[in-house]
């Protein structure tokens, strides 16, 4: 069974912090990972993918993952209001089998 | 453009109602998917396929039936469905093959209620 964990929060930051989301995955052979964006009642939304081990960045996002530790974590910057959403951790099984974690919910407070 | 559509957005069937959802994506891609949302939970995989052939189907009942007429258009279409199959009907697409190329985008999805 391959799984993909996350802390379903919710997260509650004040505006300007930075925002630490983690997620973990049971398939060390899996070699690509995703973040998605999900505000409420709207589709999944693409924030960052990522395939090798160590940061990535783009703009106020830092995806982070470590195969050995089996851990991805996504770094919201100077998080915005605009900012909360549910954020979903996904992995990729055989090149087109993603699946997702539950999801965390992070509030970003004025 | 990484756009992916899908009609129609608001869906309301009864159970012996017939009726279609609809995909479109003109980016080239070669891999298309079904995905079923509901409330508070993630995406879960239902269909995929892959240059227009059903590659995956995840023991989704028989009452789901996909349809991919060409490299560009996905349908489902849906027959005698249950109250519990109420929920978000997600769409994506991704150009498969090379590695860095499996990115799935999303549509803005169909909101399905079955009366």
């Known amino acids: 069974q391959k799984e993909v964990e996350q802390n379903s929060g919710p997260l509650s930051v004040p505006e300007g912090a930075i925002a630490s989301l983690n997620c973990t995955y049971s398939?060390?052979?899996?070699?690509?990972f995703f973040w998605y964006r999900q505000y409420s009642g709207k589709s999944p939304e693409l924030i960052m993918f990522?395939?090798?081990?160590g940061d990535k960045e783009d703009g106020r996002f830092t995806a982070q993952l470590n195969k050995a530790s089996q851990y991805v974590s996504l770094l919201i910057r100077d998080s915005q209001p605009s900012d909360s959403a549910t954020y979903l951790c996904a992995v990729l099984y055989n090149t087109d089998k993603l699946i997702f974690g539950t999801g965390t919910r992070l509030q970003v407070f004025p | 453009d990484t756009e992916v559509t899908q009609t129609p957005k608001h869906l309301v069937m009864g159970m012996t109602n017939k009726k279609s959802l609809k995909c479109e994506q003109h980016m080239g891609h070669r891999a298309m998917y079904w995905y079923k949302q509901k409330a508070k939970k993630p995406p879960e995989l239902m269909f995929v396929?892959?240059?227009?052939?059903?590659?995956i189907n995840e023991s989704v009942p028989s009452r789901f039936s996909p349809e991919c007429p060409n490299s560009s258009l996905l349908n489902l279409h849906l027959h005698a469905l249950q109250p519990e199959d109420s929920a978000l009907y997600l769409c994506?697409?991704?150009?498969?093959?090379?590695?860095?190329?499996?990115?799935?985008?999303f549509g803005p999805g169909t909101r399905l209620l079955v009366l």
């Open positions: 396929y892959s240059y227009e052939k059903l590659s």
């Open positions: 994506a697409s991704s150009q498969e093959g090379t590695s860095g190329s499996e990115t799935q985008y």
């Open positions: 398939d060390r052979g899996s070699q690509s």
């Open positions: 990522i395939y090798s081990n």
